[in-house]
């Protein structure tokens, strides 16, 4: 157990669908980070919060929203998805930015 | 731009030590961590090199020559549940840091 819980662990949605994951921290950290893993690439940093203000967008496409109503809370909202965004998304933590930890992800799967 | 580099695969025997090497080139640099993920679980933390040297945890080391941009993960004693894959991850800025493709660690008996 990390300290950081995401919800949900699995998630297969279809392109008109809209869903939101979510993720929450409880290790009193001050940034809250959305990554993506897919298969055969490294993780790509999509979004990062300090003390709840986005500080770093990655060329993401507006299709994903994030948001962050308080330092705990971070939620990533999804619509109109494509077949390629299907990919496993982790969520972390950190306090300062030198050491991530780690939600266990949700695999979402676009149909 | 910015580039990762470190072996796509090692494989090793038990008991036995290995090295995992990163290079790395970045607009900014803070420090290195290495984080490692076995199959179908999430990244956890192993170290972090914000200066030149060696860090020690358990079986465990990090290098870091900040001169040379490059750094390394040393294993000791390897164990079947080493198996897994390992990422070095330069923190390029405050809060943010990249990873490179990981090194995936085959522990043979």
């Known amino acids: 157990e990390t300290g950081v819980t995401q919800t949900p662990r699995h998630l297969v949605m279809g392109m008109t669908n809209k869903k939101s994951l979510k993720c929450e921290q409880h290790l009193g950290h001050n940034a809250m980070y959305w990554y993506k893993q897919s298969a055969k690439k490294p993780l790509e940093l999509m979004f990062v919060?300090?003390?709840?203000?986005?500080?770093e967008n990655n060329s993401v496409p507006s299709r994903f929203s994030p948001e962050c109503p308080n330092s705990s809370h971070l939620f990533l909202h999804l619509h109109t998805l494509q077949p390629e965004d299907s990919a496993l998304y982790l969520c972390?933590?950190?306090?300062?930015?030198?050491?991530?930890?780690f939600g266990s992800g949700t695999q979402l799967s676009v149909l | 731009g910015q580039s990762l580099e470190q072996p796509s695969e090692v494989t090793a025997v038990e008991g036995a030590i290995v090295q995992i090497n990163c290079t790395y080139q970045t607009s900014g640099f803070y420090g290195l961590s290495w984080y490692q993920q076995h199959d179908g679980g999430a990244p956890t933390f192993l170290s972090y090199?914000?200066?030149?040297g060696l860090e020690e945890t358990g079986r465990f080391s990090s290098f870091l020559s900040r001169s040379d941009s490059y750094g390394y993960l040393l294993l000791q004693e390897l164990q079947m549940k080493d198996s897994a894959s390992y990422f070095c991850?330069?923190?390029?800025?405050?809060?943010?840091?990249?990873f490179g493709a990981g090194t995936r660690l085959f522990v043979k008996a």
């Open positions: 090199n914000a200066l030149d």
């Open positions: 972390a933590s950190s306090q300062e930015g030198e050491k991530l930890f």
């Open positions: 919060y300090s003390l709840e203000e986005r500080v």
């Open positions: 991850a330069p923190q390029t800025g405050g809060f943010k840091t990249i």
